[in-house]
Protein backbone atom coordinates (compact mmCIF):
# COMPACT_ATOMS: atom_id res chain seq x y z
CA UNK A 1 0.00 0.00 0.00
CA UNK A 2 1.03 3.27 -0.67
CA UNK A 3 0.16 7.22 0.77
CA UNK A 4 -0.51 10.12 -1.35
CA UNK A 5 -1.53 13.46 -1.25
CA UNK A 6 -4.12 14.36 -3.62
CA UNK A 7 -4.95 17.84 -4.61
CA UNK A 8 -8.62 17.92 -6.70
CA UNK A 9 -8.96 20.80 -8.86
CA UNK A 10 -12.21 22.95 -7.58
CA UNK A 11 -12.73 23.65 -11.57
CA UNK A 12 -13.13 20.36 -12.77
CA UNK A 13 -12.95 17.78 -10.42
CA UNK A 14 -10.45 15.89 -11.26
CA UNK A 15 -7.97 14.66 -8.24
CA UNK A 16 -4.01 14.18 -9.33
CA UNK A 17 -1.29 13.00 -7.35
CA UNK A 18 2.59 12.38 -7.56
CA UNK A 19 3.17 8.52 -8.66
CA UNK A 20 6.90 9.07 -7.24
CA UNK A 21 9.29 12.31 -6.37
CA UNK A 22 9.76 14.39 -9.72
CA UNK A 23 6.31 13.34 -11.64
CA UNK A 24 4.36 16.05 -13.07
CA UNK A 25 0.80 15.86 -12.84
CA UNK A 26 -2.03 18.24 -14.60
CA UNK A 27 -5.88 18.12 -13.88
CA UNK A 28 -8.07 17.94 -17.08
CA UNK A 29 -8.59 21.51 -17.58
CA UNK A 30 -5.27 22.28 -17.03
CA UNK A 31 -5.90 24.76 -14.03
CA UNK A 32 -3.57 22.70 -11.31
CA UNK A 33 -0.39 21.24 -11.84
CA UNK A 34 1.77 19.10 -9.19
CA UNK A 35 5.49 19.85 -10.19
CA UNK A 36 8.14 17.89 -10.35
CA UNK A 37 9.47 19.82 -6.77
CA UNK A 38 5.76 18.31 -5.60
CA UNK A 39 4.55 22.02 -5.12
CA UNK A 40 1.27 22.98 -6.47
CA UNK A 41 0.95 25.41 -8.84
CA UNK A 42 -2.68 26.86 -10.22
CA UNK A 43 -3.33 29.15 -13.46
CA UNK A 44 -4.34 32.22 -11.38
CA UNK A 45 -4.41 33.78 -7.76
CA UNK A 46 -7.37 32.00 -6.21
CA UNK A 47 -5.90 28.95 -5.69
CA UNK A 48 -9.52 27.21 -6.37
CA UNK A 49 -8.30 23.83 -5.30
CA UNK A 50 -8.34 21.10 -2.22
CA UNK A 51 -4.97 19.32 -1.00
CA UNK A 52 -5.69 15.87 1.13
CA UNK A 53 -2.69 14.81 2.44
CA UNK A 54 -1.94 10.92 3.73
CA UNK A 55 -4.58 9.11 1.78
CA UNK A 56 -4.08 5.49 2.02
CA UNK A 57 -4.47 3.14 -1.76
CA UNK A 58 -3.94 -0.33 -2.80
CA UNK A 59 -1.44 0.29 -5.42
CA UNK A 60 2.30 -0.46 -3.71
CA UNK A 61 4.90 2.36 -4.06
CA UNK A 62 6.95 0.15 -6.52
CA UNK A 63 3.37 -0.38 -9.19
CA UNK A 64 3.72 3.49 -8.95
CA UNK A 65 7.26 3.73 -9.99
CA UNK A 66 6.72 0.87 -12.42
CA UNK A 67 3.89 2.93 -13.99
CA UNK A 68 5.93 6.23 -13.79
CA UNK A 69 9.66 4.67 -15.51
CA UNK A 70 7.42 3.02 -18.34
CA UNK A 71 5.12 5.52 -18.57
CA UNK A 72 2.28 3.49 -18.84
CA UNK A 73 0.33 6.49 -17.20
CA UNK A 74 -2.66 4.19 -15.76
CA UNK A 75 -2.57 6.23 -12.54
CA UNK A 76 -1.57 9.62 -10.81
CA UNK A 77 -5.18 10.93 -12.06
CA UNK A 78 -8.78 10.52 -10.82
CA UNK A 79 -11.89 11.26 -12.36
CA UNK A 80 -14.18 12.44 -9.08
CA UNK A 81 -11.12 13.27 -7.05
CA UNK A 82 -13.30 15.14 -4.66
CA UNK A 83 -15.28 12.47 -4.01
CA UNK A 84 -12.43 10.07 -3.60
CA UNK A 85 -10.19 12.05 -1.45
CA UNK A 86 -13.20 12.52 1.18
CA UNK A 87 -14.09 9.30 0.96
CA UNK A 88 -10.02 7.79 1.52
CA UNK A 89 -9.77 10.53 4.08
CA UNK A 90 -12.75 9.57 6.31
CA UNK A 91 -12.38 5.88 5.56
CA UNK A 92 -9.60 3.92 7.27
CA UNK A 93 -9.30 1.10 4.88
CA UNK A 94 -7.21 1.24 1.48
CA UNK A 95 -9.04 1.70 -1.51
CA UNK A 96 -7.92 0.52 -4.81
CA UNK A 97 -8.57 3.80 -7.59
CA UNK A 98 -9.79 2.59 -10.86
CA UNK A 99 -12.41 3.19 -13.38
CA UNK A 100 -15.74 1.57 -13.41
CA UNK A 101 -16.55 -0.54 -16.16
CA UNK A 102 -19.67 0.51 -17.83
CA UNK A 103 -21.31 -3.04 -17.65
CA UNK A 104 -21.00 -3.71 -13.81
CA UNK A 105 -24.90 -1.89 -13.47
CA UNK A 106 -26.29 -3.90 -15.90
CA UNK A 107 -24.75 -7.11 -14.17
CA UNK A 108 -26.33 -5.69 -10.75
CA UNK A 109 -29.76 -5.53 -12.65
CA UNK A 110 -29.32 -8.94 -14.59
CA UNK A 111 -28.58 -10.96 -11.02
CA UNK A 112 -30.72 -8.97 -9.26
CA UNK A 113 -33.82 -10.03 -11.60
CA UNK A 114 -32.50 -13.95 -11.62
CA UNK A 115 -32.43 -14.61 -7.79
CA UNK A 116 -36.20 -14.11 -7.50
Known sequence: M???????????DFGIFQRVAGDTQTCDCGYVTIK?????QATDDQDFYREFPGLN?????????RDFDEMEDRYG?????????????????????QKRRHFEDDLVQV???TEE
Not at 60 to 65: N, V, Y
Open 2 to 12: AYISMVVCGHC
Open 77 to 97: RVPHGLAMAQRLSNDKRSFKI
Open 57 to 65: IVHSEEKLR
Open 36 to 40: QDGSV
Open 111 to 113: ASL
